[in-house]
C-alpha cells in the first residue's frame, strides 16, 4: 500500500529553493522567490522546512535580482518591488524587529507590513455558504489596493515522499509575503506557481448539471431524463445525493446519512442504470456523507474489517479515521473503487462535520478532498471531485461545492460577487446550488435570474432540498419561465467550446474564468464599485441581475461599468459607448452581458448532453476594432492526446475602399479528436455590410448563405474538411448604428403605464432632434426616476450615433 500511496497520492512538486535565493542569520532565514515574493521563517532550532506542505509545492523560482545589506544590527533585502528591514534579535520576530514595505505609490501610509498585522485585503472566499441567507464573512485574499499581502503557512502539515502527511513542530514561523501592487494576475500566477496549478475539468463538467435531494427510484430518474430530452433541455452532469444509498437503517447503526450500498429497492441495477446515464450523455456522481464510518450491514464491511482487523464476530463498526493511512487505503478499495468499476465517474464529498481529527491541526476536510481528487486520477482521465473549500490551496481539487443556501434573492444577491471574489484566492471552480436549496417561496422570476447567473457561473448545477414542491424542472415554473430557462439552459452547452477554451487557459496561463474587473483595471475606481461584475472568460462581461423587476417597467435593473471602448450587449446586441458607469434595465429573458469590439465568441450551434467536439459551430464576431481568439480542443478527458488550436483574427478596417478581414485558420494539432468536417455559421454583430461579403475556403471562393436578423449579418458556410482557411472579405464595412426609435417604442410598448403617458412621451421621444434635447424634454414630462434612467441608457448608449 505504501507503494500505491507513493505512486498515487503525491503531486508534483519542487519544493527547494536556489540557495542563492536564501539569506539566513541564526535562526531566521528570508527567501527571496520573486522581486514581490518573499518566505520568511524562524525556527528556534535552525531546522528550516525545504519539504512541500499542504499549500506550498514549489518553491524552485528562478532567483531575482535582489541587494542584500547586513551588518551587526540588522538585515535589509531591497528588490525592485518590495523592502525588507529585519533588526537583528533573538527569540522570533515581533511587529518591532521586521517590517516589509511593497514599494510603489499604492498608498500614502499603508503599504507597509509590520509582523503580525492581518491585512485588509479585498478579500477570498469562505469553507461554505451553508444556512446563508445572504451575505457571510468572506477570509481574507491574496489582492490588496495597498499592494501586499501574507499568509500563514506555520500550521499546515508537511507532504511526505511516500504520499502522506506528517505534523511540523510548534512555534516555527513560516509566512510568505506578497508585494506585487495592484498587478493582481501577477500575483496570482506567482501563487499559483508557489501552490500549484489549477488542475484542467474534463469537458463534460462544463454543461449543466442536474441535482436534487430527492429518494428518485432507477426508472423515475431515466424517466425524468427522458422528459428534460423530450423538451431540449440538456444536462452532462447527473448527482445522485444521499438516497441512491441504504438509509432506512436500524437505529444501532446510526441514522442513515453515511452509507456505501446501493438501495436496490431503488435501484434493483445500479450498473444498468449508470451504463443508461452513459448512453445518454450523463457523467455520474454520487452523494457521500462518510463520517460514521461503515457499519455492519453495509456490502463490503467484512473485507474492509478484516483488512483492518476488525471483530466482525462483535460487529463493532469501523469507525471513520481519515488520519490512519492504513483506513484511508481500505476507504477507497472496499467502498469506492467498486462503484467506479460499475460507472460512478467522481464522488460528492458532502463533510459537514467540522475541522477536527485525533492529529492536531489535520482538517478531516482537506484530507478527504487530496486524497479523492488523486485517487479519483489513478486511471487515464482527469480527476474530479465535489466539495468544499479547504482552504488556501484548494484549487488544486476542484469543483467547489458551496453548501446549502436559503433560496431567497439576498442568497442570490451575494453569490457573483462571492464567485467573483474567490479568484482573489485562486480558486475559481464554485457550483452554487442554483435556485437554492432550503426555504424561501416559489418565485417563477427568482428562479429564472438564478438559471441566468448559474449559465455566466463556472458550473450551473440545478438543486433542492427534498419535498414535493421544491423541484427545480423549468415546467414547474410556468410557461415564459420554462421558456426562457430552457434556452439558456441551451445556450450553456453550445458556450462549452469557449468554456473549454478557458479551463485550458486557467490551468496553463493562471488567467481564471471569473475575475474580479479591477484585475484588469487596477486603478479605476468604478472597477471597485461593482462586486457583482465580472468578466467571464476573455471576451465577455457579466454584470448579474440580482432583483426583483420594477413593476411598472417590467424589467430588472443593474448598475453597469463599461470599461473604454465599444461594447455590445451579447443578448439584445446593443452597441454601447464605455468609460462610464449605467443603469441597464433589462426583461426576463435578457441578461447583462457584453463583448467589446472585436470580440469573438464561438459556439457549438446545436446542444444535446453530448459535450463533444462540435461539427456545427456558430462564431460570432463583434464590429469595430481588431480581436484574435484561440479556440482549444482535445479529448476533454485528458487522456494523454494533443490539442487542438484553431485560430481567429479578425482585422478591422472602416476605410473607403479597404476590406475588413475575419479568417479562421486551420487547426494546428492532432486534428483526429476533431470531426472530419466542419460547419461554421459567422454572426457578424454591428456590421453594416456595404456589399455582400466574399468567403474563401483555402483561398477558392465558395458560394454562401448571408440573411439578415435584426442587427445581425448571418454567413453560413457550407461544411467543410477539418483542416480548411478560412478567409471572409468585408469591403466597405462601417458600424451599425442602434436602432434607438425601435427599442424605445418597444420599452414603451412594454411597460406598464398609462397608454396616454407613453404616447406622451413617445411623441416627446419622436420630436426630439438630439439625445440631450430628448432627456431635457422628458424631465420636464416629470416622470419616475426608474422611466427616465431606462430611457436615457437606450439614448445614451452610443451618444455619437444619435447626436
Known amino acids: 500500500m505504501v507503494k500505491r500511496r507513493k505512486e498515487v497520492f503525491n503531486l508534483d512538486r519542487e519544493p527547494e529553493a536556489p540557495v542563492e535565493s536564501q539569506v539566513i542569520w541564526k535562526n531566521y532565514r528570508f527567501t527571496v522567490l520573486t522581486s514581490a515574493l518573499f518566505r520568511i521563517e524562524y525556527d528556534k532550532h535552525g531546522e528550516f522546512e525545504d519539504r512541500a506542505t499542504q499549500t506550498v509545492l514549489n518553491r524552485n523560482f528562478h532567483t531575482p535580482e535582489f541587494n542584500k545589506k547586513e551588518n551587526d544590527e540588522y538585515i535589509e533585502i531591497i528588490t525592485a518591488k518590495a523592502h525588507l528591514i529585519f533588526h537583528k534579535e533573538e527569540g522570533g520576530f515581533t511587529k518591532n524587529n521586521l517590517r516589509i514595505e511593497a514599494i510603489g505609490n499604492y498608498s500614502l501610509y499603508h503599504s507597509t507590513w509590520y509582523f503580525g498585522d492581518r491585512p485588509d485585503t479585498l478579500k477570498g472566499t469562505a469553507r461554505t455558504l451553508d444556512f446563508a441567507d445572504g451575505a457571510i464573512e468572506l477570509e481574507e485574499g491574496l489582492m490588496n489596493k495597498n499592494g501586499y499581502s501574507v499568509f500563514d503557512d506555520s500550521k499546515s502539515m508537511r507532504l511526505t515522499d511516500d504520499g502522506w502527511v506528517e505534523k511540523r513542530p510548534k512555534g516555527i514561523t513560516d509566512m510568505y509575503f506578497f508585494g506585487y501592487g495592484r498587478d493582481y494576475l501577477g500575483t496570482l500566477k506567482d501563487y499559483h506557481h508557489l501552490t500549484g496549478k489549477t488542475p484542467m475539468l474534463p469537458r463534460y463538467a462544463l454543461g449543466n448539471w442536474w441535482s436534487r435531494y430527492y429518494p428518485y427510484s432507477q426508472e423515475g430518474y431515466k424517466r425524468l431524463i427522458k422528459e428534460f430530452e423530450t423538451r431540449d433541455i440538456p444536462f452532462s452532469v447527473a448527482v445522485i445525493d444521499m438516497d441512491w444509498h441504504l438509509t432506512d437503517v436500524p437505529p444501532e447503526y446510526g441514522s442513515g446519512w453515511t452509507g456505501y450500498t446501493w438501495d436496490t429497492d431503488l435501484f434493483p441495477d445500479p450498473k444498468a442504470f449508470l451504463g443508461w446515464l452513459d448512453d445518454h450523455g450523463l457523467r455520474t456522481t454520487l452523494n457521500l456523507h462518510p463520517a460514521n464510518g461503515v457499519q455492519p450491514y453495509e456490502e463490503q464491511y467484512e473485507p474492509m474489517a478484516k483488512a483492518l482487523d476488525v471483530d466482525i464476530e462483535e460487529k463493532k463498526p469501523i469507525n471513520f479515521d481519515i488520519a490512519n493511512h492504513e483506513f484511508l487505503d481500505a476507504y477507497f478499495k472496499y467502498l469506492h473503487h467498486p462503484h467506479e468499476e460499475i460507472g460512478v465517474d467522481f464522488w460528492w464529498i458532502d463533510w459537514q462535520q467540522g475541522s477536527v481529527t485525533k492529529v492536531e491541526g489535520l482538517d478531516p476536510l482537506w484530507m478527504l478532498n487530496h486524497y479523492h481528487f488523486l485517487d479519483n486520477g489513478r486511471g487515464e482521465s482527469r480527476p474530479l471531485v465535489f466539495s468544499r473549500y479547504a482552504g488556501l490551496g484548494s484549487h488544486r481539487y476542484p469543483i467547489g461545492f458551496s453548501g446549502d443556501t436559503a433560496a431567497t434573492w439576498d442568497s442570490l444577491n451575494f453569490q457573483p460577487y462571492f464567485t467573483a471574489t474567490a479568484s482573489n484566492v485562486g480558486y475559481g471552480w464554485w457550483s452554487h446550488d442554483i435556485g437554492g436549496h432550503y426555504g424561501g417561496k416559489k418565485d417563477n422570476e427568482l428562479f429564472v435570474r438564478w ?143 457584453f463583448v467589446k469590439a472585436g470580440g469573438i465568441v464561438p459556439l457549438d450551434q446545436s446542444y444535446s448532453n453530448h459535450t463533444n467536439n462540435p461539427e456545427h459551430m456558430e462564431v460570432k464576431v463583434y464590429a469595430g476594432d481588431n480581436g484574435s481568439f484561440s479556440l482549444y480542443e482535445d479529448d476533454g478527458l485528458g487522456q494523454g492526446l494533443e490539442e487542438v488550436t484553431t485560430k481567429m483574427s479578425l482585422i478591422w478596417k472602416e476605410e473607403e475602399g479597404e476590406w475588413s478581414i475575419f479568417q479562421i485558420n486551420a487547426p494546428e494539432g492532432n486534428q483526429d479528436i476533431l470531426p472530419a468536417e466542419r460547419q461554421f455559421t459567422l454572426s457578424l454583430i454591428g456590421f453594416a455590410c456595404q456589399k455582400m461579403p466574399e468567403i474563401y475556403v483555402n483561398d ?104
Open 451 to 593: 438559471v441566468q447567473f448559474g449559465v455566466f457561473s463556472p458550473i450551473n448545477r440545478l438543486h433542492s432540498q427534498d419535498g414535493e414542491f421544491s423541484g427545480k424542472e423549468p415546467w414547474r415554473y410556468g410557461n415564459n419561465a420554462e421558456k426562457i430557462v430552457t434556452e439558456f439552459l441551451q445556450l450553456r452547452h453550445r458556450l462549452v467550446p469557449y468554456l473549454y477554451t478557458m479551463n485550458v487557459i486557467n490551468h496553463f496561463d493562471d488567467f481564471p474564468l471569473i475575475r474580479p474587473m479591477y484585475y484588469h483595471y487596477p486603478w479605476k475606481e468604478e472597477a471597485y464599485e461593482v462586486p457583482n461584475q465580472y468578466y467571464f472568460g476573455t471576451q465577455m462581461i457579466v454584470a448579474p441581475v440580482t432583483q426583483p423587476l420594477r413593476d411598472d417597467l417590467r424589467l430588472g435593473k443593474v448598475k453597469v461599468w463599461l470599461p473604454e471602448g465599444r461594447w455590445y450587449d451579447f443578448f439584445i446586441n446593443r452597441a454601447y459607448e464605455g468609460d462610464r458607469m449605467i443603469d441597464m434595465y433589462r426583461s426576463l429573458s435578457a441578461y447583462p452581458v
Open 700 to 803: 477558392e471562393q465558395v458560394d454562401v448563405e448571408v440573411f439578415r436578423k435584426g442587427k445581425v449579418t448571418n454567413v453560413v458556410i457550407p461544411k467543410q474538411p477539418i483542416d480548411s482557411t478560412y478567409t471572409v472579405h468585408l469591403k466597405e464595412v462601417k458600424l451599425k448604428q442602434n436602432d434607438m426609435h425601435g427599442e424605445l417604442f418597444r420599452f414603451l410598448d412594454r411597460a406598464q403605464l398609462p397608454a396616454s403617458q407613453k404616447e406622451k412621451i413617445y411623441n416627446t421621444i419622436i420630436r426630439g432632434k438630439s439625445s440631450a434635447r430628448v432627456i431635457s424634454a422628458l424631465l420636464a414630462l416629470d416622470l419616475g426616476e426608474d422611466i427616465i434612467d431606462a430611457i436615457s441608457e437606450i439614448v445614451w448608449a452610443n451618444p455619437d450615433e444619435v447626436d
